[in-house]
């Protein structure tokens, strides 16, 4: 084992957990779901040879590896929030560099481009950046701070965070093989789809998760999971092989229906909104200079 093994994030949750001696509350403040916050406990554990916590009927209990972990991890995570700092400092000083983060490309006729007319105009000293984040992070980048704004799905955890424009809202709809049953129909209602096994999100973003699975739809009735997808192509090769349907947004639909899988509308869902989002702390004048042009544009455009 190495140094390198441990990441930041694992030692962030492991102080949440350490702090509040609950693995449940633990997981509501780093708005996370407790089985993705258990499973980067054992892995630490697995990493540093020995249990960091008591588990049992009364509580949750530091072991003496875990209060040994505990002022070292403080440490370690409070020098690289300085050093985060001081490197966005130095950047915008230098650079005046606006990072934009996104999990798929926002498309939709042109959106980004259109943004990006618009800012530059404002702004032709300013350079954007555009940094691809992966799907188990729902905030695109935000949350870490490795990207100032970014185009995300509504909900948003922890969204007294944050602050967004809407920039697209559009229907959900069903994307399933062109072999199943279901696929000869024009037009299915939510209903139809309850038993059907679902392709879902990583857990590390739960609200969204949820969302995709039309939780609030369901009348309690809990989802089948077919399977987990973390990127388009992944949802793709997962529709193809028949583990599962999903809900896509229109919008994202033709990133799915390239050969053997079909979307058709479906009933009873409430409708997707995408977002340009920021930290609510975040009050540069590139920054709002940003969400400025993604507002006028998605107000145009939709």
């Known amino acids: 084992?190495?140094?390198?093994?441990?990441?930041?994030?694992?030692?962030?949750?492991?102080?949440?957990v350490a702090e509040e001696l609950h693995f449940t509350r633990a997981a509501e403040r780093l708005y996370v779901s407790?089985?993705?916050?258990?499973?980067?406990?054992?892995?630490?554990?697995?990493?540093?040879?020995g249990p960091l916590f008591d588990r049992d009927r009364q509580g949750v209990a530091l072991t003496p590896v875990g209060t040994?972990?505990?002022?070292?991890?403080?440490?370690?995570?409070?020098?690289?929030?300085?050093?985060?700092?001081?490197?966005?400092?130095?950047?915008?000083?230098?650079?005046?560099?606006?990072?934009?983060?996104?999990?798929?490309?926002?498309?939709?006729?042109?959106?980004?481009?259109?943004?990006?007319?618009?800012?530059?105009?404002?702004?032709?000293?300013?350079?954007?950046?555009?940094?691809?984040?992966?799907?188990?992070?729902?905030?695109?980048?935000?949350?870490?701070?490795?990207?100032?704004?970014?185009?995300?799905?509504l909900p948003l955890a922890g969204e007294e965070r944050f602050r967004w424009v809407v920039v697209a809202a559009e229907p959900r709809l069903v994307a399933l093989p062109e072999t199943h049953p279901l696929a000869a129909r024009e037009r299915l209602d939510f209903a139809d789809l309850l038993d059907e096994p679902f392709l879902a999100l990583p857990d590390t973003g739960p609200e969204l998760r949820d969302h995709w699975l039309a939780l609030d739809s369901r009348g309690g009735r809990p989802p089948v999971v077919g399977g987990e997808i973390a990127s388009a192509d992944e949802t793709y090769e997962a529709l193809v092989g028949g583990l599962g349907v999903c809900l896509v947004a229109a919008g994202n639909a033709p990133l799915l229906t390239r050969g053997g899988v079909v979307t058709r509308p479906v009933d009873g869902v409430t409708p997707s909104c995408f977002v340009l989002a920021w930290r609510a702390d975040d009050t540069r004048p590139l920054v709002e200079a940003y969400a400025r042009a993604a507002a006028e544009v998605g107000l145009r455009e939709t």
């Open 1 to 16: 084992m190495t140094i390198t093994d441990v990441h930041l994030r694992e030692l962030r949750y492991f102080l949440a």
């Open 34 to 49: 407790q089985p993705a916050l258990s499973k980067q406990i054992r892995a630490l554990e697995r990493q540093l040879g």
């Open 68 to 153: 040994a972990l505990v002022p070292h991890a403080r440490t370690l995570l409070a020098a690289w929030q300085e050093g985060r700092e001081a490197v966005r400092r130095a950047r915008e000083a230098a650079s005046g560099t606006l990072v934009v983060g996104m999990s798929t490309s926002p498309g939709r006729g042109g959106l980004l481009p259109a943004i990006r007319s618009r800012f530059t105009e404002a702004h032709p000293e300013a350079v954007l950046r555009l940094r691809q984040v992966g799907w188990e992070d729902p905030t695109a980048g935000l949350a870490d701070g490795v990207s100032d704004v970014a185009f995300v799905w």
